[in-house]
């Protein structure tokens, strides 16, 4: 199923429950623990460069939390298969 149709399943109620799961188990942001920094996450991203596509990464994982700003900077960046650099609170990459 190519990756654009996928975008009606973020509205399903099966979707909802599953951010909401996620949200739940990890309700911090992923990335900005890393570098010690405490922020609510309020996005589920689907890790390991998205699912392109594929309906079953999709409603399966693996997932992260992230905050907004976190998703927008390095979510993105992952999916488009490039690596996002993360620094630690002593300016070193992580």
Not at 32 to 42: D, Q
Request: contains cysteine; hydrophobic residues 30%; aromatic residues 8%.
């Amino acid at each position: 199923m190519p990756s654009a149709t996928l975008g009606r399943l973020y509205k399903t109620a099966r979707w909802k429950r599953i951010r909401e799961q996620q949200l739940a188990l990890q309700p911090l942001c992923e990335i900005c623990l890393e570098a010690e920094t405490i922020t609510e996450a309020n996005t589920v991203h689907h890790k390991e460069g998205g699912h392109k596509g594929d309906e079953a990464k999709f409603w399966f994982g693996p997932f992260q939390s992230l905050c907004a700003s976190c998703h927008s900077r390095h979510g993105k960046l992952e999916d488009h298969g490039k690596t996002a650099i993360r620094f630690g609170v002593d300016g070193y990459p992580i």
